[in-house]
């Protein structure tokens, strides 16, 4: 209302009190039509950006900063802020006008009001004009998206805006029919409404959003009586006593709104991780982020209430603005510098993109997340061996955080150098390390009795295998199977098969081709070193499809094949394999098994080939097969000898 006091110290009108009688306020008021209406689209999520849409600035953006004002109406689009990087937003603003009112006092109305000395500890400001409209805020936020798209995603939705905002007529008409293209993109977002109008239903898809802004020229009535202050002019009080108020520097609501905005920014890239499928596997990283998030929440809540509670004496000359522009340059030299909070969740960002790398590597390999789920594994009945990747140096306490829960509760930080964050070498910086850590995912990826988890052990940095057998932990570094001597080997099951497959598409049926390598370092007993079935490649046109996937394991291939995996008879049809019992043979032979099988035969040609011409009386070793229900026959052609089965 015109004539109403403001009090700027706390952002707050104060009802009640006026400078002018009434009969003064009814006489004085002159009222003149300012019709406009405006659209402005817009991307950029920053306060100061935000600000200048709703035209919040000065000493009432610093109110605002400091938590001393709440906001209603069009005005709590300020509070919506982004959630992620992985996402786009792109706000549509609609402003109309439609009158603006103002006190008209003449010089001598303005010097003799006494009022004003009265008034002086109670209010800042006197309300002299006020500009009535309305706001309207569709905010559209999309899914989460590749880091790759988010632009193209966020110029098309653009784009699209543009298209249908502009072909609105005169008649109130637009056109909300979208191509299949413009439905592919406008899909991928929400929207959220934030306005001075009354509506029936708010918006949550674009084509809601569009046919709702269609309609908001109707909704502010026949006679624009629908509308809101949107802005009022302030006459200071200093105009009536020099001593009544004091306003904010900009410089210091710049400095505020700096170091809110990159808290804000530090808060979206911790629920970018928080939300990273890695990270919700491995408790000690969430704790780690859960409590960095909670500590800067914590800190920007203390910034906010020293400035609510210092603005209002700075205003009333009780306090001078430097004692509050300290408050901010002392953060500078605290846990919580930018510099060292960029510091910190760079260093968390770069962890979490090597676990990945690490999972990555071993897809699908099930991650277990704490050590009753472990033990749950190695518990279960029938399972003799279980390896397990274990990342060693993963830890839920940080001393740098306590440093920041330090400073917050004002404890006396020990030594010299307490406020900066551990420089003591992270297993994720050292390329030793984590070279190191892929030749240990490299060695053990194809293993089926393997689980990927975390446990604290700081005698190996970075990572190790666990080796568990028989529910005891046999060590805590495991390297590998031992090699078994060739020339001793006695038992099938101590024979290593390293199967490698391959898919030939372009011959009828297509044909699969396994090939067995068996050499001196082959043999390795590990019975827990199991097959994964092989994803064969689709046929995409090639004739030919490059090497699919090696695998190995250590009992006879009908057991493991069949009962373990699950996949190898359905695809192979009749195939039978035998082991090779190389016990009189050199230690340096090397044979090559290959089968082909095609769906229209009947039986399986399965040959051993040797790398020079050899004999049954060479080596009558290479003829101890264990076959399973097939004859064996010898040929010669050129410099190869053929087993066939």
């Known amino acids: 209302i015109l004539g109403m006091l403001y009090d700027a110290r706390r952002g707050k009108l104060i009802p009640g009190v006026t400078l002018w009688n009434s009969k003064t306020l009814q006489k004085k008021p002159v009222e003149h039509n300012q019709h406009s209406s405006e659209f402005h689209i817009n991307a950029t999520d920053s306060i100061e950006k935000k600000s200048a849409l709703l035209d919040v600035n000065g000493s009432l953006k610093a109110s605002f900063l400091g938590g001393l004002i709440e906001v209603e109406g069009s005005a709590k689009y300020l509070n919506d802020r982004k959630k992620s990087h992985h996402q786009c937003r792109v706000t549509l603003h609609y402003k109309a006008t439609t009158k603006f009112k103002q006190l008209m006092l003449t010089p001598d109305e303005t010097k003799n009001s006494q009022e004003a000395k009265n008034v002086k500890r109670l209010a800042t400001h006197v309300v002299t004009g006020i500009l009535y409209g309305a706001n309207a805020f569709f905010v559209f936020d999309s899914e989460k998206l590749d880091d790759s798209s988010i632009q193209v995603i966020q110029d098309s939705i653009q784009a699209i805006l543009i298209k249908k905002i502009t072909s609105f007529n005169v008649e109130g008409k637009v056109d909300i029919k979208l191509s299949d293209e413009e439905k592919a993109v406008t899909d ?69 709104e700096d170091t809110l905005q990159e808290l804000h920014n530090l808060d979206i890239r911790c629920n970018d991780l928080l939300e990273d499928r890695v990270v919700r596997s491995f408790p000690q990283i969430q704790e780690k982020l859960s409590r960095f998030k909670k500590l800067c929440e914590y800190f920007r809540s203390s910034l906010q209430e020293t400035m609510a509670e210092k603005l209002p004496s700075i205003r009333a000359g009780e306090e001078d603005e430097q004692e509050l522009v300290k408050v901010f340059y002392d953060r500078d030299k605290s846990p919580f510098s930018q510099e ?57 306490t940080d001393p740098y955080l306590q440093n920041m829960s330090d400073y917050l509760e004002k404890k006396k930080l020990e030594g010299t150098d307490g406020n900066t964050p551990p420089t003591q070498d992270q297993w994720y910086r050292s390329d030793e390390v984590i070279k190191q850590m892929t030749e240990k995912a490299e060695a053990v990826k194809n293993c089926s009795r393997l689980f990927i988890t975390a446990i604290q052990n700081d005698q190996y940095k970075g990572g190790s295998i666990y080796h568990y057998r028989n529910t005891n932990l046999v060590t805590d570094d495991f390297s590998g199977p031992d090699v078994t001597d060739v020339e001793k080997v006695t038992n099938r099951r101590d024979l290593t098969l390293i199967y490698s497959l391959q898919r030939v598409l372009g011959l009828p049926h297509g044909l699969l081709l396994v090939g067995k390598h068996l050499t001196q370092e082959a043999p390795r007993r590990h019975p827990c070193q199991m097959p994964k079935p092989p994803q ?26 069949d009962h373990r995996c699950g996949w190898g008879r ?23 098994v290959s089968a082909s099988l095609q769906p229209q035969q009947q039986s399986v040609c399965r040959s051993v080939e040797l790398p020079s011409p050899v004999t049954h009386e060479q080596d009558p070793g290479i003829l101890k097969l264990l076959n399973f229900g097939k004859n064996l026959s010898l040929t010669q052609s050129g410099h190869s000898t053929f087993f066939r089965l």
């Not at 099930?366 to 594994?377: A, P, T, V």
């Not at 499809?545 to 090696?550: A, R, T």
């Not at 359905?570 to 090559?592: D, E, I, M, V, Y």
Request: hydrophobic share 40%; proline share 7%; net charge positive.
């Open 536 to 561: 064969l490649p689709p046929f995409r046109g090639s004739p030919f499809l490059p090497l699919v996937s090696s695998i190995s394991f250590f009992r006879s291939l009908p057991t493991a094949w």
């Open 570 to 592: 359905r695809s192979t049809g009749k195939l039978r394999a035998s082991l090779l019992h190389s016990a009189h043979s050199s230690p340096q032979l090397t044979s090559t």
């Open 340 to 396: 060292r909070l960029t510091k910190w969740i760079k260093d968390e960002e770069r962890e979490v993109t090597i676990i990945r790398y690490f999972v990555d590597m071993m897809e699908g390999t099930k991650i277990i997340s704490d050590q009753s789920e472990l033990d749950r594994e190695v518990f279960k009945p029938g399972v003799e061996e279980v390896l397990c990747f274990v990342f060693t140096s993963l830890k839920s």
């Open 188 to 256: 991928k977002f929400t929207c959220k409404f934030y306005g001075d109008f009354i509506l029936e239903s708010n918006p949550a898809t674009f084509e809601d959003a569009v046919k709702t802004y269609i309609q908001l020229p109707k909704l502010l009535g026949e006679n624009r009586e629908n509308c809101v202050p949107l802005k009022v002019t302030l006459m200071p009080l200093k105009k009536f006593h020099p001593k009544a108020a004091y306003m904010i520097s900009n410089g210091f609501i710049s400095k505020a």
